[in-house]
């Protein structure tokens, strides 16, 4: 695993994120001269020709391989769920975990399907974040130990990261976050399959939220720091650990595209090692995407979490880096390029 994380406050963080490194120039000319010659019409091969270039460049390797992915589960709890915006009590928070390192959940079975791993990392599931409504999510203590636990759960020696999560009202937290950072409303959707009443209530505490820390909402890491929870924060710093390791990131649906947007809403860019695994179906994911200017490679109507979407997207780069990284040149199978 990572060493620990090297900051200590959010300056610290700050700082990491305007020093990222890009994609290896030198790496993705080759293989875009690679995929030039190789035994299909150009542009035969659609977006897997796109995915195989980024991946390149970013693993400075013109041929790469992926080797394992690694798909790491952050849960948390969240004060805001007092206010009833769930279908499901904040205990399933730590019984889900529990269904995750057991290997009974979903992502277990998608994780093995694709020959991923899965870490999964609780965030003091005993102690939720306060109740946004009222107070700030977190302390700015809080707010920094979760980026670090983040930073420190990314493998140096994943070939493709995908940060997933878990936790009881995380979707109203997710919408509050999208709220402030890109204004607007209709952030709320079903999430765990609440009513009318119960989006109703989500809307109701993502206003509430909104009005009581507007003062303080210009800056991403506030608004993740008030109205965010540490699964969140954890996951915005597993995708910034990852930049910074060269190791390409599948997002997964709306929770985790709120977590990214600080990252991007902070520092334009941020996110270019970072691809969208999937659409999901809460509304807000699709508006998410369209401010972040991805496109997922998926759009199956999951809405569950844990990785899922991304996880199955896994299986698309293994293919485009299979055909880009195995298959023959003209050349080399003897046929004629015409």
């Given at each position: 695993?990572?060493?620990?994380?090297?900051?200590?406050d959010?300056?610290?963080?700050r700082?990491?994120l305007?020093t990222?490194p890009?994609?290896?120039?030198v790496?993705?000319?080759?293989?875009?001269?690679?995929?030039?010659?190789l035994?299909?019409?150009?542009?035969?091969?659609?977006?897997?020709?796109e995915?195989a270039?980024w991946y390149?460049?970013w693993?400075?390797?013109p041929?790469?391989?992926m080797?394992?992915?690694?798909?790491?589960?952050?849960?948390?709890?969240?004060?805001?769920?007092?206010r009833?915006?769930?279908?499901f009590p904040?205990?399933?928070?730590?019984?889900?975990?529990?269904?995750?390192?057991?290997?009974?959940a979903?992502?277990?079975?998608?994780?093995?399907?694709?020959g991923?791993?899965?870490?999964?990392?609780?965030?003091?599931?005993?102690?939720?974040t306060?109740?946004?409504?009222?107070?700030p999510?977190?302390?700015?203590?809080?707010?920094?130990?979760a980026?670090?636990a983040?930073w420190e759960?990314?493998?140096?020696?994943?070939?493709?990261?995908v940060?997933?999560?878990m936790g009881i009202a995380?979707?109203?937290?997710?919408a509050?976050?999208?709220?402030?950072l890109?204004?607007g409303?209709g952030?709320?959707?079903p999430?765990?399959g609440?009513?009318?009443?119960?989006?109703a209530?989500?809307?109701?505490?993502?206003a509430?939220?909104?009005?009581?820390h507007?003062?303080?909402?210009?800056?991403?890491f506030?608004?993740l720091r008030?109205?965010?929870?540490?699964?969140?924060?954890a996951?915005?710093?597993?995708?910034?650990?990852?930049?910074h390791l060269?190791?390409?990131?599948?997002?997964?649906?709306?929770i985790?595209t709120?977590?990214a947007?600080v990252?991007e809403?902070?520092?334009?860019?941020?996110?270019?090692?970072?691809l969208?695994g999937h659409?999901s179906a809460?509304?807000?994911?699709?508006?998410?995407?369209?401010?972040?200017?991805?496109?997922p490679l998926?759009?199956?109507?999951?809405?569950?979490?844990?990785?899922?979407?991304?996880?199955?997207a896994?299986?698309v780069?293994q293919?485009a880096?299979a055909?880009h990284?195995?298959?023959?040149t003209f050349?080399?199978?003897?046929v004629a390029a015409?």
């Amino acid at each position: 695993m990572s060493r620990t994380a090297p900051f200590y406050d959010l300056a610290g963080f700050r700082a990491l994120l305007n020093t990222m490194p890009a994609p290896d120039k030198v790496s993705s000319e080759a293989a875009r001269a690679r995929d030039g010659h190789l035994t299909k019409p150009p542009g035969a091969l659609g977006r897997l020709e796109e995915i195989a270039l980024w991946y390149a460049g970013w693993r400075a390797d013109p041929r790469p391989r992926m080797g394992t992915a690694q798909i790491i589960i952050f849960a948390g709890n969240h004060g805001v769920a007092v206010r009833g915006v769930s279908a499901f009590p904040a205990s399933v928070t730590a019984q889900m975990v529990a269904n995750f390192r057991a290997g009974g959940a979903a992502i277990n079975q998608l994780a093995a399907t694709f020959g991923a791993r899965v870490d999964v990392v609780a965030l003091n599931l005993d102690r939720p974040t306060a109740d946004f409504t009222e107070y700030p999510a977190m302390t700015d203590a809080e707010l920094v130990a979760a980026l670090a636990a983040g930073w420190e759960a990314v493998d140096p020696d994943a070939g493709l990261m995908v940060p997933g999560e878990m936790g009881i009202a995380n979707t109203c937290v997710a919408a509050a976050v999208a709220a402030a950072l890109y204004g607007g409303t209709g952030w709320c959707g079903p999430g765990t399959g609440v009513d009318a009443a119960g989006i109703a209530r989500k809307e109701a505490a993502v206003a509430a939220g909104l009005a009581r820390h507007a003062h303080a909402l210009a800056d991403p890491f506030e608004v993740l720091r008030r109205l965010g929870g540490r699964e969140l924060a954890a996951m915005a710093g597993a995708i910034l650990c990852a930049r910074h390791l060269r190791v390409p990131v599948l997002l997964d649906g709306f929770i985790c595209t709120a977590a990214a947007a600080v990252l991007e809403c902070a520092h334009p860019g941020a996110l270019d090692h970072a691809l969208a695994g999937h659409l999901s179906a809460e509304g807000g994911h699709a508006r998410l995407l369209h401010h972040l200017g991805k496109d997922p490679l998926l759009s199956l109507g999951l809405r569950l979490g844990e990785g899922s979407g991304a996880a199955l997207a896994i299986g698309v780069v293994q293919g485009a880096l299979a055909c880009h990284s195995g298959m023959a040149t003209f050349a080399e199978a003897g046929v004629a390029a015409g």
